[in-house]
């Protein structure tokens, strides 16, 4: 399995310290802590192996253990719960000349309809994501019907492998598809669902890369994959953090951004989309700084974006970076707390971890994907008495090894919730840490 790239590079990271004394088992390497992450047979097990061991680590591993669980938690559907153990901050602040959005000369659009109206004039969009937060992955979903209707034909997405020849011919993603992040339910949804309208699937990334090579080899085979069989073509590509910058700073002065070499290489200037630096990093905490006073100005249960009243351009934070910035929505209304923040300390970022009441056992209202995914309830008597469990709801004729239509996972017995599902037949499935089925039962999901 590829394990998750180090996401803490050239970025400013804030995370919980941890209490309770040290155990008098020796802590294992950053190389075993790493080799043992991903020998476990699947994200329960490697759950649990990150929690056993999580007490016995040092500062720097324990940065590279909450990274791994973070991933790992979003994978198993625990969303919330992901982005409170690896409350990552890589938001760079705007420039200080950078005059924040007012009400009064900006109106909030929606994402999707704003990003298909600039890629009409455009053969290349990228968009990024931030790889333990798969509400960043709702607008690219959103977008692909709506790019290849505009004759978007290729989608590269970054987490897949060269290795599974059958994708397309198969129709769906199985666990050996690509990275751990593949493995999210959300981004499972990305590449079925591109294959289904039509896109010829680009996997472009390398594991052997090293950082300084990694934008230029990105670059190099997307060119090659696809511009240089098809000069006329049109790309969208979903990449991770500031591979879609434009400009170098944000991966290191020296490294230039994959989307400025593909754009040097193509000869197509393409629309990058940022939806990393206006996102709510720390659900249940007070977000002091620039997020809490853009999203409290233009509310919205969906991804926005901000067009000028009079001009009707969009806003971007940073135009050198990126042509527009998207806002993505708060986990709650009292995220945006403004607490003792002033206008002077606007471009700072104060997080503070955690606040009550913040409630784990319900699932963020984005997994509903604008109301086109609608709940069904589920609790832990399918999993026969034995806890942890995960629950997966897979769709029909796909077998164990796809990725899920959504996926929950109980950790305390006697518990319930909710899957966010399309109407539709599926075969609900719960299994244990050694991949052993709990129970099995077909269910339809019924619009409400």
């Known amino acids: 399995m590829r394990i998750p790239f180090v996401m803490c590079l050239f970025c400013t990271t804030v995370l919980l310290a941890a209490a309770g004394a040290r155990a008098q088992t020796p802590a294992p390497s950053t190389r075993e802590l790493v080799t043992r992450f991903g020998a476990a047979p699947n994200g329960l097990a490697r759950y649990n192996y990150l929690k056993s061991v999580m007490p016995l680590l040092d500062k720097d591993e324990k940065v590279l253990a909450l990274q791994l669980l973070a991933t790992v938690e979003s994978e198993l559907g625990l969303y919330t719960e992901a982005t409170i153990t690896f409350p990552f901050d890589n938001r760079i602040a705007p420039p200080k000349s950078t005059v924040l959005p007012q009400d009064d000369d900006w ?7 704003a990003v298909a109206e600039l890629a009409a004039q455009r053969h290349i969009v990228m968009i990024n994501e931030a790889h333990h937060d798969a509400h960043t992955r ?4 959103a977008l692909l019907p709506r790019l290849r209707a505009l004759g978007y034909r290729y989608f590269a997405a970054e987490a ?7 994708l397309m011919r198969r129709g769906y993603p199985i666990d050996t598809s690509g990275s751990e992040y593949l493995l999210e339910p959300l981004y499972g949804e990305i590449i079925r669902q591109a294959i289904k309208l039509g896109y010829i699937i680009v996997p472009y990334d390398s594991d052997d890369a090293s950082l300084e090579d990694r934008d230029t080899l990105q670059a190099r085979t997307l060119y090659e994959k696809v511009f240089a069989k098809d000069p006329q073509a049109k790309l969208f590509v979903h990449a991770g953090y500031s591979h879609i910058d434009k400009a170098p700073g944000n991966l290191g002065d020296d490294i230039k951004p994959m989307a400025m070499q593909l754009q ?7 629309l990058c989309v940022d939806q990393v630096q206006f996102r709510d990093v720390a659900p249940g905490g007070l977000d002091f700084g620039y997020y809490a006073e853009v999203a409290s100005r233009f509310s919205s249960q ?3 974006v901000l067009q000028n009243r009079s001009t009707h351009a969009y806003w971007s934070s940073d135009p050198r970076m990126h042509d527009i910035s998207v806002i993505l929505p708060p986990a709650s209304p009292m995220d945006l707390r403004s607490g003792d923040g002033t206008s002077t300390d606007v471009l700072r970022r104060i997080i503070v971890l955690v606040q009550p009441p913040l409630n784990l056992d319900i699932r963020p209202y984005w997994l509903s994907l604008g109301g ?3 709940t069904y309830k589920i609790d832990t008597d399918l999993c026969a008495g034995q806890i942890p469990c995960v629950v997966d709801a897979y769709y029909p004729n796909e077998p164990d090894n796809a990725i899920p239509a959504d996926r929950y996972t109980f950790i305390k017995a006697r518990a319930h ?5 399309y109407p539709g037949h599926y075969r609900l499935r719960a299994w244990d840490a050694q991949g052993k089925t709990l129970s099995e039962q077909p269910i339809d999901v019924l619009a409400h």
């Not at 709702?138 to 979903?141: G, M, N, P, V």
């Not at 040097?264 to 393409?270: K, N, R």
């Open 107 to 113: 109106q909030a659009v929606s994402a999707s309809e």
């Open 138 to 141: 709702e607008l690219t979903l």
């Open 160 to 166: 897949l492998s060269t290795q599974d020849v059958d």
């Open 264 to 270: 040097q290489l193509s000869g197509y200037d393409p």
């Open 302 to 304: 969906l991804p926005i």
């Open 372 to 374: 086109t995914r609608f």
């Open 417 to 421: 919730n909710v899957l966010y599902l």
